[in-house]
């Protein structure tokens, strides 16, 4: 499955397109990670616990936008689009889209 | 003691009702994607070449709520890490419902395309302390309509 | 536009399969039961280390602690009355097998609570309330070995050890959640320490049983003042689960059935109050 974030898809042609797919997630890191979070908040740096929460939303969010993909026939998405929001205390919300194409 | 069993109740209620809720929206959901599936989307903003047309902007929001008990399962979750399960069946609801309500717009223009799509969610907190208490989705496109 | 379609998508890919239900029953239980066994486990442990606190210590800590029944004024009908109560003390704590370092302090405060009490360092206060709601020495003799027998226990610097560390660990999980989640840890973070409540309250009524068995020869008129407190509570008692003592019934069953499996032939009668412990209230003549 080839995914771009830019209109087409280079050195292809595009045969059919065929509409939004998208793909969601919400995930929470558990407790202890807010704990350290809270210490950082003291110490400043990275937070590596949120980061990593965020990697595999993103990661798991393309793969659902992806599965809806294969699902109707496409082998490609372009024009991917990502969107986070926070919807519950210490969870946080990923929500990637774009257009499924057949591309050869 | 009767805080506990008051919880239970509210904890129940929020379980029955939103259960409810949630599968009625869902059919309904199905069913108006049916009745609208002649209006194509698409994120893409290449437009093809469809003569003289109209274009204009549509949008569709919606806020959904969330109920006693994906909050307390949500805190829960907090503790120990994972899927949410509970609010993407939420965010799912609320995402289609908003295409949907932007569709509508487009078609009550006679559109048959809406391209460069786009999605917001939010997050509306009646308190910031006790987390999030309705969740907002805004669909926004442009609906070409030919002439 | 013939390139151009939406073919439908299917369900399911954006939700995940579990039902919610289940999900729920599975987060509770796994959540509760984590908090259960870490708050066993944080109570253990402070329960063990706290008793290596001296009983000297107890005491300079207790009193350095600020306490409005310490400071009451006593009238001169009050001092025969806590010195009545001290000399019992005495007498009970002689037959209760105390350390040499644990020194026993009973106080006396004319307030009408229905209740008597034992807090660090051997203080113990009896509260006027209580004294009238009892009609023999015997009743009084038990609450007052009750006490006592915490105090030998070291029930009192137990639970407080206990209590701060439970706190104190829960407390770092104030951040997390919202305001339902905190009430939820709280309380499961409470069922093993009103267990060992529990555990503690039934120990100290053994224990006060054998003293006045040792004391008046028989364990008659034990059952008075929790038989007192199963009359007046209007409310019905929370379930044993959530409550810091055992089920009153339950209590009086066990001491009823100590004071049958004790009975002596020639069985003495209990012991009367003398006059000037009862207060102006329950009786209708003035004290002398």
């Not at chain 1, 986070?84 to 050869?104: H, K, M, N």
Request: proline fraction near 4%.
């Amino acid at each position: 499955m080839i995914i771009t974030n830019i209109e087409t898809v280079p050195g292809k042609t595009i045969v059919k397109h065929l509409g939004m797919v998208s793909g969601n997630t919400v995930r929470s890191k558990h407790a202890g990670r807010d704990i350290m979070a809270g210490l950082k908040n003291i110490f400043g740096g990275e937070l590596k616990g949120y980061t990593e929460l965020l990697t595999e939303s993103r990661e798991e969010a393309v793969a659902r936008m992806v599965k809806q993909a294969e699902a109707i026939g496409a082998n490609a998405v372009v024009n991917v689009r990502f969107s986070t929001s926070s919807v519950a205390a210490g969870a946080a919300e990923l929500f990637a889209y774009g257009t499924a194409l057949v591309v050869e | 003691m009767y805080d506990l069993i008051l919880f239970l109740i509210l904890l129940v209620l929020g379980y029955v009702f939103g259960q409810i809720a949630e599968k009625r929206h869902f059919r309904s959901i199905i069913q108006r994607e049916a009745e609208l599936r002649d209006v194509l989307c698409f994120t893409e903003r290449n437009v093809p070449e469809m003569g003289r047309i109209d274009s204009a902007l549509v949008c569709g929001s919606v806020v959904i709520s969330i109920d006693f008990f994906k909050k307390f399962v949500a805190g829960l979750r907090n503790l120990v890490g994972g899927r949410v399960s509970a609010y993407e069946s939420l965010l799912e609801r609320a995402r289609r419902e908003a295409v949907l309500r932007m569709k509508a717009e487009a078609k009550a223009r006679g559109a048959k395309s809406v391209w460069n799509v786009r999605l917001e969610t939010s997050s509306i907190t009646k308190d910031a302390s006790q987390g999030v208490a309705a969740v907002e989705v805004i669909a926004f496109g442009t609906a070409v309509t030919p002439r | 536009m013939s390139a151009y379609e939406n073919p439908q998508i299917p369900e399911g890919i954006n939700v995940s399969p579990t039902h919610p239900l289940k999900d729920f029953a599975l987060l509770l239980g796994g959540v509760s039961a984590l908090i259960v066994v870490a708050v066993l486990a944080l109570s253990f442990a402070a329960g063990y280390l706290v008793r290596f606190v001296p009983f000297e210590q107890e005491r300079a800590l207790a009193s350095s602690i600020d306490a409005d029944w310490l400071k009451q004024s006593h009238s001169a009908d009050d001092k025969r009355r806590e010195q009545y109560l001290q000399a019992l003390g005495r007498q009970l704590a002689a037959a209760m097998d105390l350390p040499a370092e644990m020194q026993i302090t009973v106080h006396y405060s004319s307030d009408d609570t229905v209740n008597a009490m034992a807090t660090l360092g051997g203080n113990i206060v009896v509260f006027q309330g209580l004294i009238d709601t009892v009609d023999s020495e015997n009743a009084l003799a038990m609450v007052l070995a009750h006490e006592i027998a915490h105090v030998r226990h070291r029930h009192p610097i137990v639970a407080m050890g206990r209590g701060f560390t439970v706190m104190l660990a829960l407390s770092a999980l104030s951040g997390v959640g919202d305001g339902m989640i905190q009430q939820w840890v709280g309380s499961m973070g409470m069922l093993p320490m009103l267990a060992f409540s529990r555990e503690q309250e039934e120990a100290a009524d053994a224990d006060a049983l054998q003293a006045l068995l040792r004391v008046y020869g028989h364990a008659g008129g034990a059952a008075t003042f929790f038989e007192h407190v199963a009359e007046q509570s209007a409310l019905p008692e929370p379930p044993a689960l959530l409550n810091t003592h055992p089920d009153t019934d339950a209590r009086i069953a066990r001491i009823r059935d100590f004071e049958q499996a004790h009975i002596r032939p020639d069985e003495l009668a209990l012991k009367p109050l003398p006059d000037f412990v009862k207060s102006d209230k329950t009786d209708g003549t003035d004290p002398d």
